[in-house]
T-cell receptor, first 114, second 113 residues
Framework: KAGVTQTPRYLIKTRGQQVTLSCSPI?????VSWYQQTPGQGLQFLFE???????NKGNFPGRFSGRQFSNSRSEMNVSTLELGDSALYLC???FGTGLTGELFFGEGSRLTVL | KQEVTQIPAALSVPEGENLVLNCSFT??????LQWFRQDPGKGLTSLLL?????REQTSGRLNASLDKSSGRSTLYIAASQPGDSATYLC????????????FGAGTILRVKS
């Protein structure tokens, strides 16, 4: 069965712009979580959605937001981009919630902010 | 304070060697711990998931153990191969941190042929 699909894979934006990233989970998975990976901070949890509800949120500013649709697909949005937002953004899906389910990751969306 | 710590940061071994990667966490109240591998520029591949009620999990040449009382997990790789070269990450769902998944910084493994 198809894995977790993230689009776009690569994108370049300038400071002040906004960006929307998309994640399609494995069929049947209801939980989607998002992570930011940078060389300096490593992998950091952004938020988790389960059945269209945000269940948990990491320590990121309000410029980072997300949502989940009824088909479990999820989007995350970053507004007023800053240079420090350049990172690999990964999403993961699981059948159960993040508390118990094995996570399956997509290939990521690499964002460069100029 | 680093909630999840991985030692060593990097490891280089000859092919065929058995090796152990270490992961320690600050909160004994965990829901689960998961080991991943990441190839350069790629996403994460799940290797093993250990629930808090379990002591170990095995998959092929990989064995992961969990000791909640000491706050430690180990990933044992038997008969290492060049294809095992990657970054290995452990991640724990910690109650102290709002049930969020917390990642270690990873161990970069190179297996020389």
């Amino acid at each position: 069965k198809a894995g977790v699909t993230q689009t776009p894979r690569y994108l370049i934006k300038t400071r002040g712009q906004q960006v929307t990233l998309s994640c399609s989970p494995i069929s049947g998975h209801r939980s989607v979580s998002w992570y930011q990976q940078t060389p300096g901070q490593g992998l950091q949890f952004l938020f988790e959605y389960f059945s269209e509800t945000q269940r948990n949120k990491g320590n990121f500013p309000g410029r980072f937001s997300g949502r989940q649709f009824s088909n479990s697909r999820s989007e995350m949005n970053v507004s007023t981009l800053e240079l420090g937002d350049s990172a690999l953004y990964l999403c993961a899906s699981s059948f159960g919630t993040g508390l118990t389910g094995e996570l399956f990751f997509g290939e990521g969306s690499r964002l460069t902010v100029l | 304070k680093q909630e999840v710590t991985q030692i060593p940061a990097a490891l280089s071994v000859p092919e065929g060697e058995n090796l152990v990667l270490n992961c320690s966490f600050t909160d004994s109240a965990i829901y689960n711990l998961q080991w991943f591998r990441q190839d350069p520029g790629k996403g994460l591949t799940s290797l093993l998931l250990i629930q808090s009620s379990q002591r170990e999990q095995t998959s092929g040449r990989l064995n992961a153990s969990l000791d909640k009382s000491s706050g430690r997990s180990t990933l044992y790789i038997a008969a290492s191969q060049p294809g095992d070269s990657a970054t290995y990450l452990c991640a724990a769902t910690l109650m102290e941190y709002g049930n969020k998944l917390v990642f270690g910084a990873g161990t970069i493994l190179r297996v020389k042929s």
